[in-house]
Nanobody, 128 residues
Framework: QVQLVESGGGLVQAGDSLRLSCTTS????????MGWFRQAPGKEREFVVV????????YAADSVKGRFTISRDNAKNTVYLQMNSLKPEDTAVYYC?????????????????????WGQGTQVTVSS
């Protein structure tokens, strides 16, 4: 079993930056590709960004490309989501998720059903 705990959410103004963290326990982070998803009120959960097990590859949704960056520190069992130039439409609950895989460089995991473990989420609110 793997536990994921997100932190770093909050209320910010448009144009501000925020960094989310996701700390894992139970199994080494290096066993997993890691993704961030978000869910706004009344909307379905959507893919934001994924990073490969090794950290060598990442893929972001078009809506955040160039503004959000994912990174990982396997030694600290922590994944980060750096969010810059935040917009009101980025307001959502942000979830990190872990996907067990043998592929160290793959970032093909962009559907929520592909992930094995989920955190409880952290709220990000961007005011205009």
């Amino acid at each position: 079993q793997v536990q994921l705990v997100e932190s770093g959410g909050g209320l910010v103004q448009a144009g501000d930056s925020l960094r989310l963290s996701c700390t894992t326990s139970g199994r080494p982070l290096s066993n997993f590709a890691m993704g961030w998803f978000r869910q706004a009120p009344g909307k379905e959960r959507e893919f934001v960004v994924v990073i490969s097990r090794s950290g060598s590859n990442a893929y972001a949704a078009d809506s955040v490309k160039g503004r959000f960056t994912i990174s990982r520190d396997n030694a600290k069992n922590t994944v980060y989501l750096q969010m810059n130039s935040l917009k009101p439409e980025d307001t959502a609950v942000y979830y990190c998720a872990a996907k067990g895989t043998i592929f160290t460089s793959s970032v093909s995991y962009r559907q929520s059903h592909e992930y094995d473990y989920w955190g409880q989420g952290t709220q990000v609110t961007v005011s205009s």
